[in-house]
Protein backbone atom coordinates (compact mmCIF):
# COMPACT_ATOMS: atom_id res chain seq x y z
CA UNK A 1 0.00 0.00 0.00
CA UNK A 2 3.18 2.65 0.91
CA UNK A 3 4.73 1.73 -2.23
CA UNK A 4 1.42 2.39 -4.24
CA UNK A 5 0.80 5.96 -2.28
CA UNK A 6 4.73 7.03 -3.26
CA UNK A 7 4.06 5.96 -7.16
CA UNK A 8 0.41 7.99 -7.04
CA UNK A 9 2.40 10.98 -5.57
CA UNK A 10 5.01 11.10 -7.96
CA UNK A 11 2.15 10.74 -10.66
CA UNK A 12 0.79 13.45 -9.37
CA UNK A 13 3.98 15.38 -9.32
CA UNK A 14 4.41 14.73 -12.97
CA UNK A 15 1.52 15.46 -14.09
CA UNK A 16 1.09 18.91 -12.44
CA UNK A 17 5.08 19.93 -13.57
CA UNK A 18 3.95 18.96 -17.15
CA UNK A 19 0.76 21.23 -16.68
CA UNK A 20 2.97 24.23 -15.65
CA UNK A 21 2.95 27.35 -17.86
CA UNK A 22 5.35 27.40 -20.80
CA UNK A 23 5.38 23.67 -20.99
CA UNK A 24 3.63 22.36 -23.78
CA UNK A 25 3.44 18.35 -23.58
CA UNK A 26 1.38 18.11 -27.12
CA UNK A 27 2.28 20.12 -30.34
CA UNK A 28 0.06 21.15 -32.71
CA UNK A 29 3.24 20.79 -35.21
CA UNK A 30 5.36 18.48 -36.75
CA UNK A 31 9.13 18.43 -36.44
CA UNK A 32 10.81 20.50 -37.56
CA UNK A 33 8.34 23.14 -37.04
CA UNK A 34 7.81 24.94 -33.12
CA UNK A 35 4.34 25.85 -32.29
CA UNK A 36 4.47 29.92 -31.67
CA UNK A 37 0.63 31.83 -31.26
CA UNK A 38 -0.81 28.80 -32.33
CA UNK A 39 0.81 28.32 -35.92
CA UNK A 40 3.81 26.77 -36.36
CA UNK A 41 6.93 27.81 -37.84
CA UNK A 42 10.68 26.91 -38.39
CA UNK A 43 13.54 29.22 -38.75
CA UNK A 44 16.40 27.55 -41.19
CA UNK A 45 20.04 28.55 -40.55
CA UNK A 46 21.32 28.48 -43.98
CA UNK A 47 21.08 31.54 -46.36
CA UNK A 48 19.15 30.86 -49.70
CA UNK A 49 17.76 33.83 -51.91
CA UNK A 50 14.10 33.66 -51.36
CA UNK A 51 13.06 31.50 -54.28
CA UNK A 52 15.30 28.92 -53.03
CA UNK A 53 13.99 29.47 -49.74
CA UNK A 54 10.21 29.37 -50.53
CA UNK A 55 11.29 26.31 -52.43
CA UNK A 56 12.57 24.64 -49.20
CA UNK A 57 9.82 25.84 -46.78
CA UNK A 58 7.37 24.29 -49.47
CA UNK A 59 9.19 20.60 -49.56
CA UNK A 60 9.15 20.24 -45.99
CA UNK A 61 5.13 19.34 -46.32
CA UNK A 62 6.74 15.91 -47.16
CA UNK A 63 4.03 13.27 -46.37
CA UNK A 64 2.26 15.58 -44.10
CA UNK A 65 -1.27 16.96 -45.20
CA UNK A 66 -0.19 20.28 -43.35
CA UNK A 67 0.97 22.87 -46.79
CA UNK A 68 3.98 24.46 -46.27
CA UNK A 69 5.97 27.83 -47.22
CA UNK A 70 7.48 30.84 -46.36
CA UNK A 71 6.03 32.04 -43.23
CA UNK A 72 3.27 34.61 -43.36
CA UNK A 73 1.67 37.07 -40.04
CA UNK A 74 -1.35 36.56 -39.00
CA UNK A 75 -1.46 40.40 -36.85
CA UNK A 76 0.57 42.45 -35.10
CA UNK A 77 0.61 40.37 -31.89
CA UNK A 78 2.21 37.17 -33.85
CA UNK A 79 4.82 39.66 -35.24
CA UNK A 80 5.63 40.63 -31.74
CA UNK A 81 6.04 37.25 -30.51
CA UNK A 82 7.87 36.10 -33.83
CA UNK A 83 10.48 39.16 -33.30
CA UNK A 84 10.76 38.27 -29.28
CA UNK A 85 11.93 34.62 -30.46
CA UNK A 86 13.96 35.59 -33.12
CA UNK A 87 15.70 38.18 -30.30
CA UNK A 88 16.48 35.28 -28.24
CA UNK A 89 17.01 32.26 -30.15
CA UNK A 90 18.74 33.80 -33.22
CA UNK A 91 20.58 37.29 -33.87
CA UNK A 92 20.30 40.37 -35.57
CA UNK A 93 19.92 38.99 -39.24
CA UNK A 94 17.90 39.03 -42.28
CA UNK A 95 15.49 36.48 -42.45
CA UNK A 96 13.20 35.91 -45.63
CA UNK A 97 9.35 35.68 -45.27
CA UNK A 98 6.39 35.03 -47.50
CA UNK A 99 5.61 38.57 -48.47
CA UNK A 100 6.09 39.52 -52.60
CA UNK A 101 4.91 41.80 -55.65
CA UNK A 102 7.27 40.03 -58.38
CA UNK A 103 3.67 39.33 -60.11
CA UNK A 104 2.91 43.22 -60.18
CA UNK A 105 5.11 45.85 -58.81
CA UNK A 106 3.68 47.89 -55.97
CA UNK A 107 1.05 44.91 -55.05
CA UNK A 108 2.48 43.35 -52.09
CA UNK A 109 0.97 39.96 -50.87
CA UNK A 110 1.89 36.77 -48.68
CA UNK A 111 2.50 34.06 -50.88
CA UNK A 112 -0.75 32.18 -50.11
CA UNK A 113 -2.68 34.94 -52.07
CA UNK A 114 -3.55 36.79 -48.98
CA UNK A 115 -3.35 40.34 -48.38
CA UNK A 116 -0.36 41.50 -46.38
CA UNK A 117 -0.23 44.24 -43.75
CA UNK A 118 1.00 48.04 -45.21
CA UNK A 119 3.27 50.65 -43.84
CA UNK A 120 3.36 51.33 -40.05
CA UNK A 121 4.25 48.80 -37.74
CA UNK A 122 5.14 46.45 -40.42
CA UNK A 123 7.64 48.07 -42.37
CA UNK A 124 10.40 50.00 -41.89
CA UNK A 125 10.08 53.84 -42.91
CA UNK A 126 9.07 54.59 -46.24
CA UNK A 127 8.61 50.97 -47.71
CA UNK A 128 7.58 49.31 -49.12
CA UNK A 129 8.23 51.40 -52.04
CA UNK A 130 7.61 50.38 -55.37
CA UNK A 131 11.20 50.08 -57.50
CA UNK A 132 11.39 47.06 -59.67
CA UNK A 133 14.55 45.11 -58.25
CA UNK A 134 13.14 44.86 -55.00
CA UNK A 135 10.48 42.62 -54.86
CA UNK A 136 11.04 40.07 -51.91
CA UNK A 137 10.12 40.24 -48.16
CA UNK A 138 12.47 40.29 -45.01
CA UNK A 139 12.03 40.81 -41.75
CA UNK A 140 15.19 42.92 -40.40
CA UNK A 141 15.36 41.49 -36.96
CA UNK A 142 17.87 44.47 -35.88
CA UNK A 143 15.73 47.15 -36.48
CA UNK A 144 11.98 44.99 -36.40
CA UNK A 145 10.76 45.89 -39.09
CA UNK A 146 10.03 44.75 -42.70
CA UNK A 147 11.66 45.61 -45.78
CA UNK A 148 11.76 45.34 -49.89
CA UNK A 149 14.95 43.39 -51.17
CA UNK A 150 16.51 41.52 -54.17
CA UNK A 151 15.46 38.48 -54.45
CA UNK A 152 18.61 36.84 -55.06
CA UNK A 153 19.93 38.33 -51.97
CA UNK A 154 20.92 35.19 -49.54
CA UNK A 155 19.33 34.91 -46.16
CA UNK A 156 17.99 32.46 -43.37
CA UNK A 157 14.10 32.26 -43.90
CA UNK A 158 11.09 31.48 -41.90
CA UNK A 159 8.76 28.75 -42.67
CA UNK A 160 4.92 27.95 -41.77
CA UNK A 161 3.01 24.82 -41.44
CA UNK A 162 -0.55 26.95 -42.93
CA1 LIG B 1 8.98 45.74 -56.18
Request: hydrophobic residues 35%; negative net charge; proline residues 4%.
Amino acid sequence: MFVLHVFFIVALACLTSSSGEGIQPVSLCSLPFWELDGDCFYVHDTKLNWHDARHFCTSLSGDNSEETGLATLKDCDQFSIIWQHLSTEFGPYGYWMGGTDEGQEGNWHWVTGESMPMGHPFWIHGQPHNHPEYNCMAYQQNTGYFVGWSCENELYFLCQEY
